[in-house]
């Protein structure tokens, strides 16, 4: 069984930043797909920022010039650099990794546990 195990939430003031990391417990053999989603208290769970395998990244507009996000395929890892954090932005923070974790096992997803996130002056 594989596990996504994030770190790196925690309570920043406005404008400040956080790194969020998730590590998946063993590598994978294909990475397909690496995401960020967020669910705030009371909303429906929202995708964040997406990496693919060829290293293609998308944001959310909500986000889209304060996070980062970056992925080592090797270690089946996969970061998320938040900068200018808003209120807004509070919110428990959930990795997902879709790929293979080898030849014997369908291609699946993968999720993390999640991390808190909490802007607040």
């Known amino acids: 069984q594989v596990q996504l195990v994030e770190s790196g939430g925690g309570l920043v003031q406005p404008g400040g930043s956080l790194r969020l990391s998730c590590a998946a417990s063993?590598?994978?053999?294909?990475?397909?797909?690496m995401h960020w989603y967020r669910q705030a208290p009371g909303k429906q769970r929202e995708l964040v920022a997406t990496?693919?395998?060829?290293?293609?990244?998308t944001y959310a507009d909500s986000v889209k010039g304060r996070f980062t996000i970056s992925g080592d395929s090797a270690k089946t890892a996969v970061y998320l650099q938040m900068n200018s954090l808003k209120p807004e932005d509070t919110a428990v923070y959930y990795c997902?990794?879709?790929?293979?974790?080898?030849?014997?096992?369908?291609?699946?997803?993968?999720w993390g546990q999640g991390t808190q996130v909490t802007v607040s002056s």
């Open positions: 997902n990794i879709e790929g293979r974790i080898d030849i014997a096992t369908m291609a699946n997803e993968y």
């Open positions: 990496r693919t395998r060829a290293g293609r990244t």
């Open positions: 063993r590598s994978f053999l294909i990475t397909s797909y």
